[in-house]
């Protein structure tokens, strides 16, 4: 059965809570969280100055802290508990071990860089129920709470765009990982029942009500696992800005496929495809916020199945798992409750995200698992959500 109220996250809060009074024996006075993100439609182009889709799911990291009247953070994860983490708040953080404790640190450093430093001692527990690997930006997440809690710590509220931008920045230096700026907009500017259209080049955001209420986004985790800061992402991003060169253009949001083709002959057919992704998949982008905001969501199916071929052809950021989970949902079919499904993130594995019709949901999901067990061996994970609200703070 698909439910959707907040009693599932209040017990977390709650779980989360009770751990931090059995790690400092009392109880924590801020409760910081950020929802992970799911992607509709607008993938690999928000470092091609293009437009993204996302929207807030309902997973989170949670964060139970309270000051410690020393000068150093005390991290523990609910994840990694045998691997807790101390930051020293008067020297300049630096990367190290454990490595989950490097997007706290490259938060922490990103408010020393905004002459806040140094800041009050705190100590803290952190827990997820975002799937790892899964591609549903559980990094920005962490940065985004983490923020977030810092806000609190010092009694400040950080305008949401810089917010942002300075999670992007920790993620970007200390995790190695050249990300565009979607994942942490989407993480803070989220409202509930509406996705969020991000003009990557204005750095604009701005919330689009869910039209359709008869709509289900499903998440399919297919438990392959991937790694963006292994070169992969950074290859992809690097032939865009080969292309983008070739072209002489400042911008991608000035090409159109005409300049494209007119300068096929220049670049390599590898950086060509890449190209025509970033073009053809910012137009749909566009033509997708404006089916949502009509409610025209069999619109936004058919653009969605295009992405995916995109990015499965010419980007070649799918992967045998993601295309057999895609597929199974094309199967089904619109009879069958099925919209549209195609991968999300940043690919190589992780999930698909499928629009579907709510009274036939729970037969897509079953169908959907059984027909990626057929095929893989591999036990999926499924789930259901709509939109929620963006990273919020509670004090006790």
């Avoid at 101390?86 to 990367?95: G, N, S």
């Avoid at 045998?320 to 989970?325: G, I």
């Avoid at 999300?344 to 999930?351: E, M, P």
């Avoid at 036939?360 to 959500?385: C, D, L, N």
């Amino acid at each position: 059965m698909i439910t959707h109220n907040d009693d599932a996250f209040q017990e977390l809060k709650k779980s989360v809570s009770q751990e931090f009074e059995k790690q400092y024996g009392m109880a924590p006075f801020w409760m910081a969280s950020a929802p992970s993100r799911v992607n509709l439609i607008g993938e690999h182009i928000d470092y091609c100055d293009g437009f993204v889709l996302p929207l807030a799911i309902n997973r989170h990291i949670i964060i139970a802290a309270a000051p410690n009247g020393t000068s150093q953070a005390n991290l523990v994860s609910t994840l990694f508990p045998d691997e807790p983490a101390i930051v020293m708040l008067d020297e300049t953080p630096v990367m190290g071990v454990p490595k989950w404790a490097n997007y706290i640190r490259g938060v922490l450093d990103g408010f020393r860089l905004k002459d806040f430093w140094p800041l009050p001692g705190f100590d803290a527990v952190i827990h997820s129920d975002i799937p790892l690997g899964a591609g549903l930006a559980s990094s920005a997440a962490i940065e985004v709470a983490v923020a977030t809690l810092i806000e609190g710590l010092l009694g400040i509220e950080i305008n949401p765009k810089n917010k942002a931008l300075l999670c992007q920045r920790a993620e970007q230096k200390f995790a190695g990982v050249p990300c565009g700026i979607m994942d942490q907009f989407a993480s803070v500017f989220a409202e509930k029942d509406h996705v969020v259209l991000i003009d990557c080049r204005s750095q604009q955001a701005q919330t689009i009500p869910l039209a359709d209420t008869t709509v289900e986004v499903i998440i399919a985790d297919t438990k392959i696992q991937h790694e963006l800061s292994d070169g992969s992402y950074a290859n992809r991003r690097k032939q865009t800005e080969i292309a983008l060169l070739i072209l002489g253009k400042d911008s991608w949001r000035e090409v159109t496929m005409a300049d494209l083709d007119a300068a096929k002959g220049e670049m390599s057919e590898v950086v060509f495809r890449r190209g025509r992704h970033v073009i053809t998949e910012i137009e749909r982008t566009q033509k997708a916020a404006m089916a949502i905001a009509r409610g025209k969501m069999d619109v936004v199916g058919g653009l969605m199945q295009a992405s995916h071929e995109s990015l499965r052809d010419d980007f070649e950021v799918s992967c045998k798992e993601l295309d057999v989970m895609v597929e199974g949902a094309w199967a089904i079919g619109e009879a069958g409750g099925v919209l549209g499904s195609r991968m999300t993130g940043g690919g190589f594995g992780g999930s698909t995200v499928t629009l579907a019709r709510t009274d036939q949901a729970e037969a897509v999901m079953e169908e959907m698992s059984r027909h990626y067990k057929e095929v893989t061996g591999i036990e999926p994970h499924i789930f259901a959500t709509r939109a929620v609200g963006g990273t919020h703070l509670d004090e006790s």
